[in-house]
């Protein structure tokens, strides 16, 4: 079965430029979550989905980040103007169901920006 | 509000010698609780969960982790440590939709 499938795997791009990450998560699995993780601040949890509608977005950092999910197999994760700050790895998971869930990481989009 | 706190951001032990990976949680609910692997340059793995079963939890690769609710630990082992566990090992605990994730600990084994 593929997994989490993210694109790119790795980015390097110039501060102020539009940096688009790709999610497609697991066939089925009606959540999906945006993590970042960096060295100073762990795994931080960006925003969820569920059944396609944003449930939680207070992770996110500020107004340059933007996140969609226009269908059940798809999300993108935006940042608009990017900045060196956000360099980091971005992960996209999905799960199913209630309770005790198991959520599936992707491999991760590692973002440079210089 | 749900939280854990992994004891040691390092742990180095030598090839064949136990792991133990400490990890303490808060919850003011009975907890879903994981250990997460991450090798370099990966995504997160689950090696395991608790889910209010069986307070001895096994997992992937004889890694084992025991719920202790008296001294709200979720603590991770494994009796042989191997070259290829050298990762690092997230302990999460569940909240609500989404999961909480420690520090991280840092595993080395040397040959």
């Known amino acids: 079965d593929a997994g989490v499938i993210q694109s790119p795997r790795h980015e390097v791009t110039e501060m102020g430029q539009e940096v688009t990450l790709r999610c497609k998560p697991i066939s089925g699995h009606n959540s999906l979550f945006w993590y970042r993780q960096t060295m100073m601040r762990g795994l931080e949890l960006l925003i969820y989905f569920n059944n396609n509608v944003p449930i939680d977005d207070s992770g996110m950092p500020e107004d340059r980040f933007s996140a969609k999910m226009p269908n059940a197999s798809f999300s993108t994760l935006k940042i608009q103007p990017s900045e060196p700050r956000d360099s980091a790895v971005y992960f996209c998971?999905?799960?199913?169901?209630?309770?005790?869930?198991?959520?599936?990481f992707g491999e991760g989009s590692w973002l440079t920006v210089v | 509000a749900q939280s854990v706190t992994q004891l040691d951001s390092h742990v180095s032990v030598s090839e064949g010698t136990p792991v133990l990976l400490r990890c303490n949680y808060s919850?003011?609910?009975?907890?879903?609780l994981f250990w997460y692997v991450q090798h370099p340059n990966k995504g997160l793995q689950l090696l395991l969960k608790y889910t209010s079963a069986a307070t001895l939890v096994k997992g992937i690769n004889g890694f084992e982790a025991e719920f202790k609710k008296s001294e709200t630990s979720f603590h991770l082992t494994k009796p042989s440590a191997h070259m290829s566990d050298a990762a690092e090992y997230f302990c999460v605990v569940k909240g609500a939709q989404k999961l909480v994730f420690g520090q991280g600990t840092r595993l080395t084994i040397n040959p």
């Open positions: 998971a999905s799960s199913i169901g209630q309770g005790a869930i198991t959520i599936y």
């Open positions: 919850s003011s609910y009975s907890p879903s």
